[in-house]
């Protein structure tokens, strides 16, 4: 009986992990064609979450055009590289405007996301490309979205979705039955990344 059983556990460790591999490649494509925004507040001081949320506001006014415009995470990677300066100077003058002196620091980064829900979509755990702005000290709590495909900017974001992502992507990031998946390959990423 208890040979049983563990074949039993074997063979369902076996299913779990096949039916796994093929959605993780699918979740790598992914890594390679988002481009994330991300921004840390400099505390979680109810000041410093309300300046985050005016600062985050006026760096998608600023880079709209700039993400709309563009055809390929590559190309607003590039386009954002070329502006750091501008957005970092953007937004340090909205800080200025709200009556705080933070430091305000824009960069490219490839950085660890956790699952994430944002609106119909949920992307799955892993290493993704990201625009990081960081408010002064940037230890409070903070905020994210995609800036390519444009998720956080578009009118239609399921129609830029399908425009930037191929059919496999797509239905990665739009299956409503992934967040099981999504978690298991979180627990591999976060041990891949221990050792990275």
């Known amino acids: 009986m208890l040979k049983i059983v563990k074949a039993a556990c074997v063979a369902f460790v076996l299913a ?10 699918g979740c790598r494509e992914i890594y390679t064609d ?8 400099n505390s979680d001081s109810a000041a410093d979450q309300s300046l985050k949320l005016k600062v985050r506001d006026r760096v998608l006014s ?10 390929s995470k590559e190309e607003a990677q590039n386009l954002v590289s070329g502006k750091l300066q501008f957005i970092a100077d953007a937004a340090y003058d909205e800080v200025l405007k709200n009556g705080s002196d933070y ?6 980064t490839n950085m660890y996301f956790n699952t994430r829900k944002y609106k119909n979509y949920t992307l799955p755990p ?40 191929d059919q496999n992507e797509y239905d990665v990031v739009h299956e409503e039955k992934t967040e099981y998946k999504f ?3 979180e627990f591999f990423e976060k041990i891949r990344s221990f050792f990275t």
């Open 126 to 165: 892993g290493m993704y490309d990201a625009l990081r702005v960081t408010i002064g000290n940037g230890e409070g709590h903070n905020w994210w979205c995609v800036m390519y495909p444009s998720l956080c900017l578009s009118p239609q974001p399921d129609e830029e979705a399908k425009r930037a992502l």
């Open 34 to 41: 988002v481009f994330r925004f991300h921004i840390l507040a």
């Open 183 to 185: 978690k298991i390959i």
């Open 16 to 25: 779990v992990i096949y039916s796994v591999i093929p959605f993780n490649a």
């Open 103 to 108: 430091k305000v620091t824009a960069q490219i």
């Open 62 to 71: 600023e880079t709209k055009a700039l993400f709309n415009s563009a055809k």
